[in-house]
């Protein structure tokens, strides 16, 4: 199974790069500081354009920093998104790495709701440079993101996980096929 109807809206897994995806929102992972940081944000921040890291730079000066759990959003530049949400995943092995990836994901979608956004692609939060595996992602997010379905969400219609090979799709597909029951 590659998709789950939870209350009219569908929670999707699918290998596939990201960087080319039609939808309302990309979230890319993120560091404090907004600036580029790992393969993924550094290929999604150049293809967007300059006008994005600007943006990150504005809401920087305000608050100097963005806490590990916490996303914020921006418009997407040349991208075929309209916003880009910028999520500070969790480093394993800093203590209640679950918790915190737990709320890095509750967050992003807090944002994406509140922005009105219906359909929003992501990653798994905190694998690329942040030592995470697929597996403790899937069974992190995948049940925080059927949570905030059922219990705030208003807006979203689409939630797709894009991985990028089959063991790392096995591992979410165990989970949510789970979730479904």
Known sequence: MNEITIKD????IA???????????IVVPSNSRLLPSGSLRCQVLKQAGPKVQIE?????NKVTKI?????????????NAKYLIHVVGPRLGVGQE??????ATWNTLKVADKAGIKTVALNPISIENLGFNTKICAQVMLPTIKKFILEQNKNLEK???????????????????????
Do not use: H, R, W
């Not at 806490?67 to 991208?79: D, Q």
């Open 9 to 12: 809206t569908v929670i999707e």
């Open 56 to 60: 990150c730079n504005k809401i920087i």
């Open 98 to 103: 679950g918790k915190k990836l737990m709320l």
């Open 15 to 25: 290998v596939k790069e990201i960087i080319d995806v039609q939808y309302d929102a």
């Open 67 to 79: 806490p590990i759990g916490n996303a914020v959003i921006t418009s997407a530049g040349n991208l």
């Open 159 to 181: 939630i797709t996980i894009f991985l990028t090979d089959l063991p790392e799709y096995k591992d979410f597909e165990k989970v949510l096929n789970t979730l479904a029951k």
